[in-house]
């Protein structure tokens, strides 16, 4: 029930803000959904995908990736005119990362898609930082014992990606095939590929 909560104030926040917005003349209620609709239009999985298929497949852009995620997605065209610092987290054979954001459901739009609803529910914002072997498992991730699982926790000023391991077996697939093969889930760390 506090979700609903926090939705509906959250909600009548928005509401308010676009009022003001309009009774300011800043902006009218019809060119404020039509950069609501721009900004969603653009904001996708797949442009992840393609990160992570541009990392596998170049090294020098993996490396710039791992540096300043900000820096080099917008070599491809994300995160022209974002304000966030965008950290991308690998992981190993050893290490396993995983997203979450305890405070609301802050999260890279544009790269991920609009996110998940079990992201923004408190059950998982507050369970996954304290047990993420447990809750990856209710998701079907099973992760060797000797796996470490880091938590990272996005704020309004940084949000993280995951860059899933490679699968075995996709050397001779093109950016686009490998592009594919990459899911919202494996971005927010709580799958594999």
């Known amino acids: 029930m506090s979700g609903d909560h926090d939705d509906a104030l959250i909600s009548r926040r928005v509401r308010r803000l676009e009022t003001l917005l309009e009774e300011k003349g ?9 950069v609501i609709d721009a900004f969603m239009a653009g904001a996708s999985p797949a442009n992840g995908a393609r990160v992570v298929a541009r990392a596998w497949t170049d090294p020098g852009f993996r490396s710039r990736l791992l540096a300043d995620g900000t820096e080099a997605v917008r070599e491809l065209g994300f995160m022209e005119g974002s304000y966030q610092r965008l950290r991308v987290v690998e992981n190993t054979e050893t290490l396993h990362n995983v997203i979450v954001c305890t405070l609301c459901s802050c999260y890279p739009l544009r790269l991920l898609g609009p996110s998940p609803s079990w992201y923004k529910s408190e059950s998982y914002r507050s369970r996954v930082v304290r047990e993420p072997r447990v809750v990856l498992g209710e998701f079907g991730l ?14 309004a ?7 899933p391991r490679r699968p075995s077996g996709t050397e001779s697939l093109t950016e686009e095939e490998l592009a594919a093969l990459v899911t919202r889930n494996a971005l927010i760390g709580t799958a594999a590929l």
């Open 26 to 34: 800043v902006l009218s209620g019809g060119a404020l959904d039509e």
């Open 142 to 155: 099973s992760l060797p014992d000797g796996t470490e699982i880091t938590v990272w926790d996005s704020s």
């Open 157 to 163: 000023e940084t949000r993280y990606m995951v860059l």
